[in-house]
């Protein structure tokens, strides 16, 4: 089961005050650049990184970075101590030494101390502080929590979902979609596969590749078969449909290639009646504008899987609500990474958040009588 924090262990992480969450926010990129500046000096930096290559280390620091600026933004340390056990459990299979953490974070506090005025550093170092105190205990839960839940289902469909697991990860897509035809024998069978089937063996995939269980290319072929399997069951049951209702844009956010949630969303909005325009993984904010001023959406649905990326959402959801009333759009958000959010619409100014399809389509069919009213 997942560590859960206490209240007094989240309270331990001071408040930080909107000028210095915003002084980071603005100068995030020349702190991310001088960080890795400190780094790169570093005789030992190869053995930190287990000689990965250091462009790899510059991604993690760029979604660091992201990642931080959304805590400091939010002032929600809950999220920051959910994510960071996992973090440390990712890129310690990646070859990482545990080691290379409080010197990553001994180096942000440096950079912060030297670029931005005391007032705004202080606060900042604080939380850099804490974590670093509390690097022993993040080694020890990244080794026995597990980051994602597997939903629990009655017999068949686990017994459907490990088969299916199994096929997709020697990239058999011929009995994945055996397996997944013995599901879905029509329209209304396709949310329970996506609920059942799809999303337990796609958390586990992503549980497996943070444990070093099984590579990235690994990874990326059972994404590419289940893309496959979803296409498939699109061209027959839900192509089909006729839409009668009004246009729903579904995107993953910046930065986001994990897609599948999303697809699976959109599929469910056109069984709905709805016309979906889905722009799949790493829309960027200026084209995901231009789309919404194009086509007038009644409602932006935004994806996010990493927690690094609640940043971009956060952008985008700025950007929106600065739209003309009469273009703006009600816009949801979903994904994993708002799990560890208890009210991650309200947070970051959406109108709604789903954990799920159903929950989506309700959503939206809430808001459309909202507006015949």
């Known amino acids: 089961m997942e560590h859960t924090f206490s209240t007094e262990e989240i309270e331990q992480y001071q408040y930080v005050p909107v000028n210095s969450a915003q002084a980071y926010r603005d ?19 190869d053995r930190l990184i287990g000689n990965n290559p250091r462009s790899r280390m510059y991604d993690n620091h760029r979604n660091h970075a992201a990642f931080m600026a959304t805590v400091f933004a ?27 953490f409080p010197v990553h974070l001994r180096a942000w506090q440096k950079v912060l101390e030297e670029n931005l005025p005391p007032d705004d550093a202080a606060p900042l170092k604080g939380i850099y502080g804490r974590l670093i105190a509390s690097h022993e205990t993040f080694i020890a839960l990244s080794r026995e929590t597990t980051f994602l839940e597997i939903p629990a289902g009655n017999s068949r469909r686990e017994e459907a979902t490990v088969r299916f697991l199994e096929a ?15 599901q879905v024998a029509g329209a209304a069978d396709l949310e329970d596969f996506y609920q059942w089937v799809v999303r337990p063996t796609m958390y586990r995939v992503g549980e497996m590749w943070e444990r070093g269980e099984i590579s990235v290319a690994k990874e990326h072929l ?19 449909s006729d839409p009668t209702r009004g246009t729903v844009i579904v995107a993953a956010s910046a930065n986001e290639f994990h897609e599948i949630g999303a697809r699976m969303v959109a599929s469910a909005f056109e069984l709905d009646g709805w016309n979906v325009e889905f722009l799949g993984a790493d829309t960027p904010v200026e084209d995901l504008l231009e789309m919404v001023a194009e086509k007038r959406p009644f409602v932006l649905a935004v994806s996010a899987t990493m927690p690094f990326n609640i940043e971009h959402v956060s952008r985008i959801i700025e950007r929106v609500r600065a739209l003309p009333v009469w ?11 708002f799990r560890h959010l208890s009210d991650p619409s309200g ?22 009588g909202e507006v015949i009213e």
């Open 168 to 182: 997709v990860l020697r990239g058999d897509s011929a009995t994945s979609l055996t397996i997944s035809s013995e």
């Open 74 to 100: 939010l002032n929600n340390y809950g999220m920051l101590l959910s994510v960071v056990p996992w973090v440390y459990r990712a890129y310690a299979s990646q070859g990482f030494s545990y080691d290379y």
């Open 327 to 337: 273009v703006r759009p009600k816009i949801m958000i979903g994904g994993l990474a």
């Open 222 to 240: 059972a994404s590419a078969v289940v893309n496959r399997i979803l296409a498939a069951h699109y061209l027959d049951f839900v192509m089909k």
């Open 27 to 45: 100068r995030m990129f020349f702190l991310l650049e001088e960080v890795n500046r400190v780094m790169d000096a570093r005789d030992d930096l």
């Open 347 to 368: 947070l970051l100014g959406a109108n709604g958040y789903a954990g799920d399809c159903a929950q989506a389509v309700d959503l939206v069919r809430k808001w459309s």
